[in-house]
């Protein structure tokens, strides 16, 4: 039977009442998303912005850890991981690795020898479809708790105050240990002697369902040679790239996998607090690269080692870091993938 024409135009409005509340809600969400309701919430647009260097914004790369160079290698597992996680990465076997050796800058042209926090970036592949991936950094403590005060130490770093260092530190008494380590710990000339830490805390599970709180280490198989700053300032502005790309060239390069595993009531949630050094450690396996391929159009370009991507049998823990790096590393992928145009080593002059 036809409608009444006045509850047909009272079911039509009621239609657009319910197209505008979606309208609303879906443009509401974006607010939110973006902070846009609570200006002083942090999101990975202020994080993003806080990070460019007074260079300048630095289109096409990383909007941190801008300066790299990709490599290739193996994971080999010895199978003493199963007992901790049940991922098939710690199963004994050879899984393929996409890597990448970088340095602590948001400058993709900042010379070697000025910048104090070297890293490496990690995705190891295994057969059933899983990727374990990481990025990791020499220091052995992150310099702030929280992300929060991440970006604010940013904030005061690039602060024209004269005093907004001290002022910061003097409100952050975590960041003396930091300040401790680069200061006082040995610098090397090579990636391939350094030790890369995972620093945030994920959680294991093995095969029976137990959970362990674990953080991760490569520890170099290379001696470490400590090399004065000063020295190394009169070395080349790339020369980490160059000895790496040698250095390789010359036989592949090792790193022993080490995984501590925590105590009860050890901060998990807290990167700038060390463990006990008598925590329990399982080396579960040896990382090999074996080819340094170009960052330009090289295979590790355009991967984003989100700490968040994990195999079934290693997730995150109440550590806040790996979740607001995942937003933030994901922005930086955005802006990046987006200014292909831009990035400047696409040129056939370009290095390395
Ligand atoms: C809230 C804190 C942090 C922020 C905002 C941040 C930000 C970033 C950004 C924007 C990138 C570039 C991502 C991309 O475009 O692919 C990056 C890369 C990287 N970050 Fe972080 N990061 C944080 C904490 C950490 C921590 C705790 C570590 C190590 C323990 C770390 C190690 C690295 C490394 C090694 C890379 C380079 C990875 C690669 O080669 O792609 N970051 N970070």
């Known amino acids: 039977m036809a409608e009444p024409p006045q509850s ?35 999101t990975p647009n202020k994080m993003v912005d806080a990070l460019t260097p007074p260079t300048g914004v630095p289109l096409g790369h990383r909007r941190n850890h801008a300066k790299g160079i990709c490599f290739t290698g193996v994971f080999e597992a010895n199978g003493a991981g199963s007992a901790l996680s049940h991922a098939q990465v710690f199963t004994r076997g050879q899984y393929p690795v996409l890597g990448r050796f970088n340095l602590g800058t948001a400058d993709p042209n900042a010379r070697d020898a000025t910048v104090r926090v070297r890293g490496m970036g990690l995705r190891i592949s295994t057969p059933d479809g899983q990727e374990w991936r990481s990025a990791m950094i020499d220091p052995p403590i992150f310099p702030m708790s929280t992300p929060q005060a991440f970006y604010e130490l940013l904030l005061a770093s690039a602060s024209k105050d004269p005093d907004a260092m001290k002022t910061f530190a003097a409100a952050h008494p975590e960041f003396a240990a930091f300040g401790a380590w680069a200061k ?7 990636y391939a002697e350094d030790q890369y ?34 020295d190394l300032a009169k070395r080349g502005p790339d020369f980490l790239e ?8 010359g036989g592949p390069q090792r790193w022993t996998t080490v995984v501590t595993v925590a105590n009860p009531g050890d901060p998990t949630a807290d990167p700038s607090k060390a463990w006990p050094e008598d925590r329990r450690t399982v080396e579960v396996g040896t990382l090999t690269v074996q080819q340094i391929e170009p960052e330009r159009d090289g295979p590790c370009r355009d991967i984003n080692f989100d ?7 290693i997730r995150t823990s109440d550590d806040p870091f790996p979740a607001a790096r995942s937003s933030v590393y994901a922005k930086s992928y955005d802006l990046r993938t987006a200014e292909a145009k831009d990035y400047p080593r696409t040129a056939t002059d370009a290095k390395p």
């Open 184 to 190: 006082t710990a040995p610098w090397t000339g090579s």
């Open 242 to 249: 160059q000895e790496i790309t040698e250095r390789v060239r």
């Open 8 to 42: 047909s135009a009272r079911s039509i409005f009621g239609s657009l009442v319910l197209i505008a509340v979606v309208i609303a809600g879906a443009a509401a969400a974006f607010a939110y998303t973006a902070g846009w309701f609570s200006p002083e919430r942090l």
């Open 197 to 230: 830490n995972a620093l945030n805390s994920f959680v294991f599970t093995d095969d029976s369902g137990a959970e362990h709180s674990v953080r991760w280490s490569f520890l170099p198989a290379a001696q470490p040679v400590s090399v004065s700053p000063d």
């Open 307 to 313: 700490p968040t991507v994990l195999p079934s049998g």
